[in-house]
């Protein structure tokens, strides 16, 4: 019996457990002895098995975290883990090679090299994509958001991890590098709230109905479209100019992409208010005083201009 046992280990073993080994041991080797590398069977096997565990591990992560987001955090989260989720196939393939007993030394030396030599050619590129995630993981900057940068005002219509998609007033499209918005200022007209409160400065002549045009500018202002009711526009009567009284008729909007043309619409309604109440806009005016001086010899003529 015990005989049977031993030769039935001894099949299973060497014929069936040997030919399974030599089976997955069969490939290309390259080096002698200690320095022999070898691509067989097994390890391109074992590389597909922790390929296939490794993509199902990292698309429950992914919809373990996103459950619960919102689309659009859903999608900046996507976008920064395509980048995770390359990074942990290197690694796993790396680390798979390395149990295997290959000789991962010079692959990992050569890589070192090359990714430095990468790191200071792509080193923008590098910035870019830190400036991506800062914003996404921040949110200091979020589509539909309207920001002013390089004195243009533009509205973000998509947000990668290397760079912004902006449309201008003018329907242009703006491509902006993700870090200029690390290193440079930008206003940010939405970033607490859509309303945004903007001025009118009006000049009128000296001696006018100042609380008539207090009326005008306030009956210009609320009867214009675009011009939120609450909060209510008012008026300053901000100071005495050298040449006109100054006012500034304030009001909120909640779409500053269409405020230049707002502001046009009400400049033509004030100035055909003022017109209708025989107000005029002023323009400087120059004073210029003569002073003539007589000596024995000549006559001299100076002339000075205040305004």
Request: charged share 25%; hydrophobic share 45%; net charge positive.
């Amino acid at each position: 019996m015990n005989n049977k046992v031993t030769k039935i280990e001894t099949v299973v073993k060497e014929d069936v457990l040997g030919t399974i080994k030599r089976f997955l041991d069969l490939g290309f080797y390259f080096g002698e002895g200690d320095n022999q590398v070898g691509v067989t069977i097994g390890l391109l096997l074992l590389l597909i098995v922790s390929y296939i565990a490794t993509h199902f591990a990292l698309k429950f992560t992914r919809s373990l975290i996103t459950r619960q987001m919102d689309s659009a955090d859903k999608q900046k989260f996507i976008s920064l883990f395509k980048y995770f989720k390359a990074a942990v196939y290197i690694i796993v393939f790396f680390t798979v090679l390395s149990l295997a007993n290959f000789n991962i030394t010079p692959i990992l030396a050569a890589s070192a090299a090359l990714l430095v030599g990468l790191g200071l050619a792509l080193k923008e590129l590098f910035q870019d994509i830190i400036g991506g995630i800062y914003i996404i993981m921040d949110k200091s900057l979020l589509i539909g958001d309207i920001i002013k940068v390089e004195d243009k005002v533009c509205r973000i219509i998509e947000i990668k991890l290397r760079s912004t998609r902006a449309i201008t007033r003018d329907d242009k499209i703006l491509i902006i590098p993700n870090h200029k918005f690390l290193i440079n200022t930008f206003k940010n007209y939405t970033q607490n709230h859509t309303t945004t409160r903007e001025f009118i400065k009006v000049r009128i002549p000296f001696g006018s109905d100042t609380r008539l045009v207090e009326r005008i500018l306030i009956e210009a202002v609320s009867t214009q479209k675009g011009v939120l009711k609450n909060p209510k526009p008012f008026v300053f009567f901000n100071e005495f100019g050298e040449w006109a009284l100054e006012f500034g008729v304030y009001f909120f909007i909640n779409d500053s992409f269409s405020e230049p043309r707002i502001k046009s619409e009400l400049r033509f309604k004030i100035d055909a208010k003022l017109r209708e109440n025989k107000i005029a806009i002023p323009y400087p005016q120059s004073d210029i005083h003569m002073f003539a001086r007589t000596t024995s010899s000549n006559t001299d003529l100076k002339i000075s201009s205040e305004e």
